[in-house]
């Protein structure tokens, strides 16, 4: 039995290439075992409020000395660990916005991103606390960043999983969708390959 826990962000929703292949990834990663489940977190069509004060405070605050609004915003996200610790695999799909991840994903890392709960501070430096999952990345993009001129303005894919290893998810494997805007003969290939690399990455997981 695994615990799949299945984030999707893009804003194109259903038209998206990165939510598409991220449920793909899922269904098939739970079809393995008997009794998987996937929880979804769809980020597009229930987006999260972006951090502000309450929050950043609140979360310093022992529980009896916060006000109602802090209450709420800090447990909004330890709602949101709560789900991701209970996870032994975690996939996310992304669609890269500006050369990065979009602000709704952003939102979701700005939450389960948390000081002395997801990541402590040790000796030398961090260490995450959430060891031992298996992470899974569907990045999707309108152009090819995975190599080419445009390599090094990929702020998505490094980025994520520099997030991801940050509170302890060291063991990423990606799936790319590239050159999405490059024309219909780019698009097909590209869904593809995708879906190859989809079907590789779970006869991999066994």
């Not at 069509?45 to 109602?68: F, K, Q, S, V």
């Not at 050159?179 to 390959?193: D, P, S």
């Amino acid at each position: 039995m695994s615990r799949i826990l299945l984030i999707t962000s893009s804003p194109r929703s259903t038209d998206s290439l990165s939510t598409r292949f991220a449920h793909d990834l899922a269904r098939q990663l739970a079809a393995r075992n008997a009794n998987s489940t996937v929880t979804l977190r769809d980020l597009s069509t229930d987006p999260l409020p972006h951090i502000d004060d309450a929050y950043i405070i609140g979360r310093m605050l022992p529980p009896e000395a916060r006000n109602a609004e802090q209450a709420q915003a800090v447990e909004l996200a330890q709602a949101l660990v709560d789900e991701l610790r209970a996870a032994d695999i975690v996939v996310i799909g992304s669609a890269m916005t500006n050369f990065g991840p979009s602000t709704q994903l952003r939102a979701w890392f700005d939450r389960v991103i948390w000081p002395q709960v997801t990541f402590r501070y040790v000796e030398g430096g961090v260490a995450g606390t959430l060891e031992g999952k298996q992470g899974y990345l569907v990045t999707a993009s309108g152009g090819i960043f995975s190599e080419g001129p445009y390599a090094p303005f990929d702020y998505q894919s490094g980025y994520l999983k520099h997030l991801l290893g940050f509170i302890g998810i060291t063991d990423i494997r990606e799936v790319r969708v590239e050159g999405t805007v490059l024309g219909a003969e780019a698009v097909q290939a590209a869904i593809a390959k995708a879906g190859q690399n989809v079907q590789a990455l779970v006869e991999q997981a066994g």
